[in-house]
């Protein structure tokens, strides 16, 4: 019994050059995992549509509409307002009308970050994301 | 001396439970590499409040203040981003785009992007924020 399991302990396969092959594979995966979380918004853009726009809404159904010019001016209302007054304006909107539509219409040459922070007010004004709109200003 | 032999032996370290944690972490990082496409270029992202971790990001998209596109660390024209993004998302078709906009950028140019992607039938599309 003692002689069969010596014979046993030798016949035992060398683990060595595939340790090898796993160290490495290990190291490979270490090296390219990217740890990189970047966060973001889902900013809704609807499809560019060919098709002529719908009659305009009635006064209670009208949007509330920001329009960021090429000098990146915030206007409202066709006034010029600080985009920080812009989340006093998206919270009162919102409470009077909840079902209307925020829009962000952004000239070709305003700014990025307008437009971000914008939507983000309007998000953490409790707007849905599918009613916040960013279109480009004709 | 075939006594010492055998002592020796003996001896050995126990492999096995190290090999068991190779194993697992070796399993563990080929599982969670995603082989990010990094745009290769710094950019000043806008703040937000609400942004949520883009998890599966793996193409990224970037667009400098001088509104000029990079993707894969080169820099793109527009009319290229489609093919360039096909291409990407055909290797890693759970991935998703992260578009990396400049918060001095123009937003025309983010948009025109936007659309390229969308055409490139990529169906999860984000802009990145700092948080």
Excluded: C
Excluded at chain 2, 25 to 38: G, N, Y
Excluded at chain 2, 93 to 103: H, K, L, S
Aim: charged share 25%.
């Amino acid at each position: 019994m003692r002689k069969f399991s010596k014979g046993d302990d030798e016949a035992e396969i060398n683990m060595t050059p595939m340790l090898d092959i796993v160290f490495i594979m290990l190291i490979f995966f270490i090296v390219t995992a990217s740890f990189l979380r970047e966060s973001g918004l889902e900013i809704f853009k609807p499809e560019p549509n060919p098709a002529p726009p719908p009659p305009p809404p009635a006064p209670e159904d009208k949007p509330i509409l920001f329009k960021i010019d090429n000098s990146s001016r915030v206007l409202y209302a066709l006034r010029t307002i600080d985009v920080g007054s812009a989340r006093a304006i998206i919270e009162r909107e919102h409470a009077a009308r909840p079902h209307v539509p925020v829009i962000i219409a952004a000239e070709k040459d305003g700014h990025m970050g307008l437009v971000v922070q914008i939507y983000d007010m309007a998000v953490q004004a409790k707007v849905s994301p599918t009613n916040i709109i960013v279109t480009e200003a004709k | 001396m075939r006594d010492h032999a055998t002592k020796e032996e003996e001896n050995e370290i126990n492999m096995t439970p190290m090999l068991d944690i190779v194993f697992i972490m070796l399993i563990f990082f080929i599982v969670t590499a995603v082989f990010v496409k990094e745009a290769g270029v710094t950019i000043f992202k806008p703040n937000a409040e609400t942004a949520t971790l883009q998890g599966q990001a793996s193409i990224m998209i970037a667009i400098t203040d001088t509104n000029e596109i990079h993707i894969n660390r080169q820099q793109v024209d527009i009319t290229a981003v489609r093919t360039n993004v096909e291409l990407l998302h055909a290797e890693n078709p759970r991935g998703t785009v992260v578009i990396q906009a400049d918060r001095n950028a123009s937003s025309g140019v983010w948009m025109k992007v936007f659309d390229e992607v969308r055409k490139a039938g990529v169906p999860k599309i984000a802009t990145a924020t700092e948080t």
